[in-house]
């Protein structure tokens, strides 16, 4: 502060009416920002000497944050996961990598560079994802701000405008000024005046003129919000011709591509962590006292009197762990084929929740071409079957680039590519590719697909229920049977995100919490501190 | 590649109608990207051993760059600079750095550490801007992704929603609604019949549902895309209550702050070196072979026979400098000031240029309190004199960080602060800061201003000409007068921007080729190689 001390300030700002005054009006009005969030659920802590046995099912995300704050509550816990790796969905691949898809393994042969990386589950962060974020900041994670949405990348439908690849900032201005047209033609002829006064169409009329850049006679002519067919540096910009209203009428972009951006999971700004999504796995297991066993298959889970029992093989061998209490990320359809002794209602719940079929295709490209293109990350819409291209928004200007090629979540076009080989797979999302970006194939070094569904240990991502089923099944799994809890993001009502996985794991820890008070009023339980 | 050679995959993609076949429809159809950007002019390269010199008036962006084009091509170039730094307007502040305002010379007290700084000029990249992002490529200059926008972030004002900071995501979503629950209605009412056919009313509709979210009879009743009064991860998402349109149009939003992010050279993904914006001055001043004289005042700019004739004053001493030509970067508002010998309707163009009045506040907080309310980077508008506040998107989740809390410019609104000591500004700003985030003040640990229109040898940012004065007068200054040459985002359509001033450099430069041309064929000039 240049010439008075910070308590000066602070008593200057006060008798102004500022900081505490400010802060008591705004509660009296409840417009204060959304209540901080405070951390995970603390466990219970356990006696010294007394330390109860958990066994976690998966070292996915949930059954990472779960260990880590059994942990802390002074818990043993022993994580046993099928794969040869830990992190689940959160997969990086990089050179050298495996994707163990079955019967398709598949090495990644990207360059050996830490940065060229291919993030093959979630890859964005918003910034109310704030358990997620908790952990960042608490395991060390670093992370950046990562393009999600790109106003130069485009928009492609084989059936809309020829064809011919849009500019976002083009649709989405031409959107806000056709919109804003019909809005100024309506108040215009009196057609809003049983809705509002007169003095409110005025401004309707005002409003919409701005909203949408209309000319002072209500028309939509193009805007130099989309950019300028001359050279605006050095002349006045002129707008671009517009989009007819039936030829946008007529596009695919209404939803996918238009309100992509708009969702809430997806508001800007996005981030990730530096280095790679498996930046979060590897802070979790930085911080874990026991590292997961690993390549070890769950065969039988058991609610015993005071227990849990299960049964794994590793290496060809059976090992039986009995724990106090266990905590299941593994995917619910596979329960199916584990022996258990659950309750009729319990297993039909688990049978109940379905694979997701979510596709992705990473290409090492020799050159970022995009960037030449303005396109600096963000991502390309199509309605061929690869429906996104994902440009990279880290290391810019760097010589290459690994490229998003494909993702897709929808079922039918998702099967198309997981018939295919690898190859195959490469050469369809190419073709697609060169629909935007004419010379895609050229640029192209290698690649390598993830058809989530046909991952070993996975069999899917983005799991779902019916409305019935959920209606049914749901409350059944939030709750733990016996001392069985089920987690992961196929226990919320965000599958597919970390966010998902750790509000299970939160829930779970709750459901402990009660089940450890009601315990000890039993006299129960003696472990706990 | 897996089990297929770059050619295999070439061949394939050839003979299925891909590369090649695509490459050269695209063109027939005229849809080929923007033409790539083919780098800045070459100038005419001197024949070895014939220097021929240039004097350069002041080390901002298209001083600079102008320097660098000249020494590539054989010339000899003095960089003259009045100021005790290179850069201009490209000022970033840390610890220790001086704001030379007249009368209040401000010393920075942030902390003493490299990422906590201020960038008090340009802050900002957007993908077209084609020229400097060439510069950042070609001198090593390493960029990051910029939050611009945060859909989390606030619009305030005292006299709309009751003075309560709003959403921005729901302000965006509510706008969308209800316009969209308009459109809507007046198709409905067969208000479009005569517009359209009743198939395309038909997509309208639908279309309007889409876009707004509205319930299937039309209504908008909020939407979970502007996020959820639930816990959404473990329930059901429950959409907030929407904006009332009444209020919607009585707010005062429409254009900045709700079309702020709309406009072209905002659209997203914003960028910025990392590290600070002056990374792009020490990378022109890495490769430049002579340095800038600094502290070095012109006072006299005289056009001559075959050469120009700079007199500077430097440590009260008076030097003439004998030069090919001259390009001058001095603000042109200055230029009435400095002896010359240039043509009434010159001079009276120089004149024409006025002062804009651009204004910022950064202020170091002691902690990063947005990121708890969700923010991470992008602007909160506010219908008070600080106009915006920005936060950091960069070093996410550090203890500290520097929040811009005014940027204001508006030249009225600017004079307020301008005439205020920098602490008062500092409470006013905190008052306002205080509006939208209760308790802004008891973050701040010291703050440093910038009024641009009191800076000692820039006295402006953000110049501007009257539109009669434009048409009088651009087109004189964007040609040379005799071997003088006038840069400088002030000779272009986009002051206040780097990128205009690399325009206005290019400009010029290409001037020379056409002067270097004419002089060669008239035999004059024999540097030429």
Known sequence: MLNITRRQFLTYVGAAGGSSALLKT?????????????????????????????????????????????????????????????????????????????????????????????????????????????????????????????????????KAFGGKPVRQIEYHADVRGLMSELVWKSAQSNQYDQLMSEEDVAKLVKFAQLHGDLTDAGKYVGTERAGSVTERMLEFPQPHAPIELKAMLDSSFWHGGLLGAELYDWCEPLMEPTGGMDAVVKGFLRHLKNPPVLKAQVKKIYNREGGVEVTYEREGKFHTLQADYCFNNIPAYFMGG????????????????????????????????????GIYGGISYTADPIAQLWYPSHDIHAPKGILLGAYTWDPKVSAKFETMSPSERLIAGALSGEKIHPGFSQYIENGISIPWARMNHQMGCGMHMSPEDWDKYFAVLQQPEGRHFMIGDQISHHSGWQEGALASSEQALQQLNKLLSVNLSHGELSHVA
């Not at 790796?85 to 050996?112: P, S, W, Y």
């Not at 694979?355 to 290409?363: E, M, V």
Request: net charge positive; glycine share 10%.
């Open 26 to 158: 705004s509660l009296a009005m409840g417009i204060m920002p959304d209540e901080a969030y405070s951390g995970p659920v603390k466990v219970k802590p356990v006696a010294t000497g007394n330390k109860p046995s958990v066994v976690i099912l998966g070292a996915g995300i949930a059954g990472l944050a779960t260990a880590l704050e059994l942990e802390r509550a002074g818990f043993h816990c022993t994580i046993i996961e099928a794969s040869h790796r830990a992190g689940g969905r959160n997969l990086t691949v990089r050179h050298g990598d495996k994707i163990d898809e079955m019967g398709n393994t598949q090495i990644c042969n990207f360059d050996k560079a830490e940065n060229l990386y291919f993030k093959c589950g979630p890859a964005r962060i918003p910034g109310h994802h704030r358990r997620l974020l908790h952990y960042c900041r608490a395991l060390g994670v670093p992370l950046q701000i990562k393009a999600n949405s790109c106003k130069l990348a485009y928009f492609h439908d084989d």
């Open 338 to 373: 584990i022996e258990n002794n659950f309750s009729s209602v319990y297993q039909a719940g688990l049978d109940s929740i379905k694979r997701g079929h979510l596709f992705k295709i990473a290409y090492q490209m020799k050159e970022r071409f995009w960037e030449k293109e």
